[in-house]
DNA sequence: GTCTATATCAGGATAGAC
DNA sequence: GTCTATCCTGATATAGAC
């Protein structure tokens, strides 16, 4: 049985999909619709205008990302079972850093479409101010998220000191991603940046 | 008097503002004609279609940019002689080469202009296989110039190495200036960060 | 809640005169 | 080379039946 909020959940699985696909531009209700099996009518009846599907995408991807970098804690709903995705049993603190920033540079479908998506977003909300909050708050929380694990890693450093690398790492990993989905820099090579990005951030971190 | 080659300069210059303005997803054929002060028929005469002033206008970003990056060569035409702008001197190579990184965080008008639309091009070019060639080409432009640049600082060190910081850095210059350019990073912030990156990266390519 | 059908309109593109 | 006028497609959004 396929409730409306089931509905709307997968119009908004769809909406990622085909933003991913075409970007936060190239979104046509239409296409949507055809992606999600239902009528444009009803998008517009769940989601007001095109600009409300944005913003409830951006959320609902914000929401999703979170999930993975962390683990998916057991306060969400425990939805999308048929994937459990890594095992993410606890690794060392060092790895884990790793981890949550290499998620980002990996050509898994899921992983692709959220950091397409998510890239888009970010662009999109240098014109569009309503996207900003928003964007302001993920960013906020993943920069908060990587400074937590440099403290794991290096629990003598001053937060304000990770602080910084976190907003450095993580700035550099948007960079990164771009020129990866861009097709401008290879997978590998984009990934092998990153790892040794944090090995100077860990050794700056530890010899101040 | 205005020749021909005078408006179709004239013409990418709006370009660049309207991209600035509304981004390339935003830009309207009317609204750049408005801008430029001629017809829209003139616009297809001169780049055939919206597709085309996209391409002119990126080649034109990125000679600008170039220019102004480097100083300058007298290679180039003499064009836009109204604004010197900065003496640029020559300064050591460590200040030279936070010049060259800093020169994209800044508020000055024609900057934010470039830096705007040059990362509206990077997201665009993830959907439009069309752009990528530019890209990547100015991309590899930018990345060897601050490879150069670190290699006069650290002229011991070995060009890969050189390379991959010049990477590294280049590519968290583009995250950073997108977070600021969204309005999530305050500008005098973004320029702390790169600053203290570029000491890191001196430092490792010292101390290796 | 969901669909079919359609109104509406913005914006890319062209014809043809000058 | 440049303009005025206009066509026409493609995309958002709504009306109204079920």
Request: no cysteine; hydrophobic share 45%.
């Amino acid at each position: 049985m396929t409730t409306a909020s089931d509905r709307r959940t997968a119009i908004l699985e769809s909406a990622a999909r085909v933003i991913a696909r075409r970007g936060v531009r190239g979104l046509r209700v239409e296409e949507l619709a055809a992606e999600a099996g239902v009528s444009t009518a009803l998008i517009y009846y769940h989601f007001k205008d095109r600009a409300g599907v944005l913003r409830r995408t951006l959320e609902f991807i914000n929401d999703r990302a979170e999930r993975y970098t962390t683990g998916g804690e057991p306060g969400a709903e425990p939805q999308e079972s048929p994937k459990p995705r890594e095992p993410l049993e606890p690794l060392e603190p060092r790895q884990e850093l790793e981890r949550a920033l290499l998620l980002e540079l990996q050509d898994d479908e899921l992983v692709r479409e959220n950091s397409t998506a998510w890239g888009e977003l970010r662009a999109s909300a240098v014109f569009e101010p309503d996207l900003r909050h928003d964007l302001a708050k993920a960013s906020l929380t993943w920069v908060q998220a990587v400074a937590d694990l440099l403290g794991q890693v290096q629990p003598m450093a001053p937060a304000g000191t990770l602080a910084l690398a976190a907003e450095r790492l993580t700035a550099l990993l948007e960079g990164l991603s771009m020129r990866w989905l861009s097709g401008i820099l290879p997978l590998a090579h984009a990934r092998a940046l990153m790892r040794e990005a944090i090995a100077v951030e860990l050794e700056r971190l530890e010899h101040p």
